[in-house]
């Protein structure tokens, strides 16, 4: 690959390690004096917890080149519902606040409202990199399938067209209240305005994604990890993103003795040979079992090493 990608994917299912690589390489960037921004999308705090400080919806100072944010979609879901409310009660008769609130509950409540608020915020996020910063390094969360929404946030505009739907019906009762109240000034409707306006900031997301991001699979040597990531790595590609180096995780060091280690190393290894077989031609690096969790930074700086040849891609 040419020039260095600013944005970096990490994905992988639940606890391979998704949260311990995406902190190390964020911080092996920021070592290198690259500016950069981690983002956690895990309302369960992890990357705070492994950073050893509270992380909030801006991002704050870590260290001297690294910043980190946690998106809580939740939020950031409430934040945005009620600033369409106070921009739309500005302009509309009170008799259609009523209808307009109906439909704002309705869609809070709706399915993919939380993934949509996520994505906005990522890609406000997103903008930055480049510029604010050189390197944004993304913790995708176990649930929601974040990773699936990115590669393919055309999924939310099948959600947003059924929103733009259920607002053209209540659009046409507006109206009625409207011509009974004797207000004949048909304005453009600003609910339609910002979902359009949605639409068109997932499909620019999308773009961003596939010109400037790599995906980092993380995974573990064992049976179910590698079919999932074959799936994956798979679904990626035919998403238009591009896939780089694929982590694996926890592998156990040569020199973890004993019988019982040596039988989990060896059979480790049969996994290890299937991975190099099954995703041949693809770049992997290796990241040792530590004896322990990883739950600080002396922990997080044992893994980056392991890393460096993400740094390049
Ligand atoms: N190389 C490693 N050596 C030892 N422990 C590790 C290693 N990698 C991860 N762990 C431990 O495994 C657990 C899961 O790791 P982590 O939280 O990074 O996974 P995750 O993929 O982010 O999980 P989730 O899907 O729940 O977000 C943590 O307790 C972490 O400390
Ligand atoms: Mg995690």
Redesign the pocket.
Known sequence: MSAARPIRLIG????????????ALAGAFAARGRHTLLVST?P?H?TAD?LGLPLGGEPVAVTDHLEAVEIDPEAVADAYVEAVRRDVHRVVSPEVRTTVDRHLDLARRGAGTLESALLDRLADLLAGAGSRWERIVV?T??TGHTLRLLAMPEVLTGWIQGLVRQREKARGVDRMLRNLAGDETAADDPVLERLHAQRQRLARLARHLRDEAVVHP?LIPERLPIEETVRAVAALDEAGLTVGALVV???LPPDADGAFLASRRAQQQEYLDEIARRFAGRDLVQ?????????DAT?VA??RDGLIPLLAD
């Open positions: 992988g299912k639940g606890g391979v390690g998704k949260t311990t690589v995406s902190t895990d369960a992890s492994l913790d969360a176990p993380v995780n926890r592998v990241v040792p079992q530590l004896p322990r969790d990883v739950s922990g044992e893994v």
